[in-house]
């Protein structure tokens, strides 16, 4: 019997919810901020915000892993213009650990590269998401930050790597159909996942004005809806050279390091190594893991 079918077997015994002695302890990561970056539509630059965090975090001498949680749709390899050969579904299929796959991309950041094209990814199965969290549980480097960027949407796999994860950054941009998105992915993570904080950054914006003003949009509806409070994290404005460089397969971080985009990125950045989390978000990766095995 693998891993995945021993899992499968003690939670059906136990009618389907977890407890804390069956995931194993691994203590060797004891406080790393685990941090989702996701939106509720395409196209907001999730992807290129996500990958653009684990460099800066990464040049700040940070110990970061960057999760390509996109299974079916991988992007952070294009993006970063690296060609693993093993990845995500090769870890699923017990072909490979964890540690096998992870690579090296550039400021040294380590990176789990998902795949492409394969269906079974898109919706991973209740055993899938046992063996990735035994994984992420086991993996064998010390980090300091791990950066999950997620598929957009509302789909099972979106939901499922934003509840592993205890910080979860939205990304927005100003147009009605990304605000409208968003309000449903945190409405359906809030309501049914019982996620309770998000942080909100603004991308593509012309303006600070803009960026408050898509905020405060966005923070009246959760607050009037789901009496739910968001918080703001910042902003970055439109930069066309995002397009030139994903084009060049480089990070914007690494093309324009002077760039008012980057500069608001790392200001982000700051921001973020500068919080402390509350102590319900301050744990090992198993810590994270038990609140969603329960919802799988």
Same mark, same amino acid.
């Given at each position: ?18 407890? &804390? ?62 060609? &693993? ?90 147009? &009605? ?59 970055? &404005? ?59």
């Amino acid at each position: 019997m693998d891993q995945a079918e021993m899992l499968r077997s003690i939670m059906e015994e136990e009618g389907g919810t977890s407890k &804390p002695s069956e995931i194993p302890s691994r203590e060797r990561n004891e406080g790393v901020r685990v941090i989702a970056v996701t939106s509720g539509k395409g196209g907001v630059g999730k992807t290129n915000i996500a990958a653009n965090f684990a460099y800066i975090t990464a040049l700040k001498g940070k110990r970061t892993l960057l999760v390509d949680a996109d299974a079916g749709l991988a992007n952070i390899d294009v993006i970063l213009g690296i060609t &693993p050969e093993f990845n995500l579904y090769h870890v699923l299929r017990g072909e490979k650990k964890l540690s096998e796959v992870i690579v090296t991309g550039p400021g040294g950041i380590r990176i789990l590269p998902a795949s492409s094209g394969i269906a079974e990814m898109t919706d991973l199965s209740r055993g899938s998401k046992l063996t990735l969290l035994e994984e992420l549980q086991d993996i064998d480097e010390p980090l300091d930050f791990i950066f999950i960027d997620t598929a957009a949407g509302i789909a099972g796999n979106v939901m499922y790597f934003n509840m592993v994860a205890k910080e979860i950054v939205v990304v927005v941009t100003p147009e &009605p159909t990304s605000l409208t998105d968003a309000y449903a992915l945190i409405k359906l993570l809030y309501k049914n996942y019982g996620a309770k904080r998000f942080k909100l950054v603004t991308n593509m914006v012309k303006n600070a004005a803009e960026s408050k003003a898509v905020f405060s949009r966005l923070s009246r509806a959760t607050e009037h809806f789901l009496n739910l409070s968001i918080d703001y994290l910042g902003l970055i &404005p439109f930069d066309p050279r995002v397009q030139e460089t994903v084009k060049r397969q480089c990070l914007l971080a690494q093309g324009y390091p002077k760039s008012k985009a980057v500069q608001s990125l790392k200001s982000i950045v700051d921001k973020l190594m500068k919080e402390e989390p509350d102590t319900y978000d301050r744990g090992t990766i198993k810590f994270f893991g038990r609140s969603c095995i329960e919802r799988l």
